[in-house]
T-cell receptor, first 115, second 110 residues
């Protein structure tokens, strides 16, 4: 069974440009999460999808970030326009269900550098 | 005060040593406690999951939770070079949103 995949693995863009990150969860996982780790900080929650619905986007830093999950399969996270402080590693995770024992399986992350 | 405190290290130990990794937390609402292992350029991988005070053992790994002191630990016995990684503690109050520590970078020297 394939794990969580993310594309691209790396992205280097200039300030003001747009970048779109993609996450493919494990097949059959209705729950999809985005997390971010900026340099020197902890991994922080961004948002949670259940199928195509946003359940919680309390961690999204501002309105330059837009996450979508059309059809309840893969998800995209768009940053427009990118700022220097958006640099970091963006992780996607998925889980089968939301309950106390559920395991979130993480992808390898997308390393974003904004110059 | 950060919700979860974890010494980032780095921590270097000889092969075969017992490793002790720790986190403290301030949010009494945290009920579920996890340890993730992250190899370089990879995503976090769940190692241990506990939700009650006490010890949980899995092979060479033991997770310990003390809710009264808001302190969790991960012990690695007979450490191996393949255990070299960053170890992240994570916690959650409800069902999904994980709160992570900064991670401790561990090197096991052959």
């Amino acid at each position: 069974e394939a794990g969580v995949t993310q594309f691209p693995s790396h992205s280097v863009i200039e300030k003001g440009q747009t970048v779109t990150l993609r996450c493919d969860p494990i097949s059959g996982h209705d729950n999809l999460y985005w997390y971010r780790r900026v340099m020197g900080k902890e991994i922080k929650f961004l948002l949670h999808f259940v199928k195509e619905s946003k359940q919680d986007e309390s961690g999204m830093p501002n309105n330059r970030f837009l996450a979508e999950r059309t059809g309840g399969t893969y998800s995209t996270l768009k940053v427009q326009p990118a700022e220097l402080e958006d640099s970091g590693v963006y992780f996607c995770a998925s889980s089968l269900m939301v309950r106390k024992g559920e395991t979130q399986y993480f992808g390898p992350g997308t390393r974003l550098l904004v110059l | 005060q950060k919700e979860v405190e974890q010494d980032p290290g780095p921590l270097s130990v000889p092969e075969g040593a017992i490793v002790s990794l720790n986190c403290t937390y301030s949010n009494s609402a945290f009920q579920y406690f996890m340890w993730y292992r992250q190899y370089s350029r990879k995503g976090p991988e769940l190692l241990m999951y506990t939700y009650s005070s006490g010890n949980k053992e899995d092979g060479r790994f033991t997770a310990q939770v003390d809710k009264s002191s808001k302190y969790i630990s991960l012990f690695i016995r007979d450490s191996q070079p393949s255990d070299s990684a960053t170890y992240l503690c994570a916690m959650k109050a409800g069902s999904y949103q994980l709160t992570f520590g900064k991670g401790t970078k561990l090197s096991v020297i052959p």
